[in-house]
């Protein structure tokens, strides 16, 4: 593993499923963060991670659940999905705790689509 | 509110300079990055400026007004492979990044 690695590539769900989207880091970086990127908006921030054993609500948090139970991990859930969160999902990380000075790098990214 | 704006699409020549625009109105300030993606890919890193001025590396320089809460991307030399999104992030008070919707440059032979 080099950098930031997401799985799956892409997903199609039924609308009402449960879902994770795996994010795995090998940067030993502090601070992860999970973003949504929908056609003409910016990036919008889901959820983040300052460090390991905590996390924080961005700016829209509703219909996602997150963990840091480690370093490396940073898995999204959609716990009932609905079509509006069709979208594409990217996970980044940085080497910084609680101050975003640090540059983000992000994963390849994972396509859902909920029909 | 807390707004990015920058133009949607731009279209240039091979071998030509361009120039993206970037201004911002955020709670605080604590520095501007540029990033930028190419299609179905992830946003790669290029620049960051916290203080006035211009950061030149390479064909790429980025220019910070904190004043007149404006930043641009200086592509010089172009090449096919730079028509990417350009996407500009504000870091606030509070060290959360704001992202602007990108700029679609298109490079023409």
């Known amino acids: 593993i080099a950098g930031i690695t997401q799985a799956p590539t892409s997903q199609i769900l039924a609308a009402g499923r449960r879902m994770t989207l795996r994010c795995t880091q090998d940067?030993?970086?502090?601070?992860m963060y999970w973003y949504r990127q929908d056609l003409g908006l910016g990036l919008r921030l889901i959820h983040y991670?300052?460090?390991?054993?905590?996390?924080g609500k961005g700016e829209v948090p509703d219909g996602y659940s997150v963990s840091r139970a480690n370093t490396d991990d940073f898995p999204l859930t959609l716990a009932s999905a609905v079509p509006s969160q069709t979208s594409v999902y990217f996970c980044?990380?940085?080497?910084?705790?609680?101050?975003?000075?640090?540059?983000?790098?992000f994963g390849p990214g994972t396509r859902l689509t909920v029909l | 509110g807390q707004n990015i704006d920058q133009p949607t699409e731009m279209t240039a020549t091979e071998g030509a300079i361009v120039q993206i625009n970037c201004t911002y109105q955020?709670?605080?300030?604590?520095?501007l990055f540029w990033y930028q993606q190419h299609a179905g890919e992830a946003p790669t890193f290029l620049s960051y400026?916290?203080l006035d001025g211009l950061e030149e590396k390479g064909r790429f320089s980025s220019f910070l007004s904190r004043s007149k809460g404006y930043s641009y991307l200086l592509l010089k030399e172009l090449q096919m492979k730079d028509s990417a999104s350009y996407l500009c992030?504000?870091?606030?008070?509070?060290?959360?990044?704001?992202w602007g919707a990108g700029t679609k440059l298109i490079i023409k032979p």
């Open positions: 991670s300052n460090t390991a054993g905590t996390t």
């Open positions: 955020t709670s605080g300030f604590n520095g």
């Open positions: 980044a990380s940085s080497d910084s705790s609680g101050a975003s000075t640090d540059t983000q790098y």
């Open positions: 940067m030993r970086h502090n601070a």
């Open positions: 400026n916290v």
């Open positions: 992030a504000v870091i606030d008070s509070n060290y959360q990044l704001i």
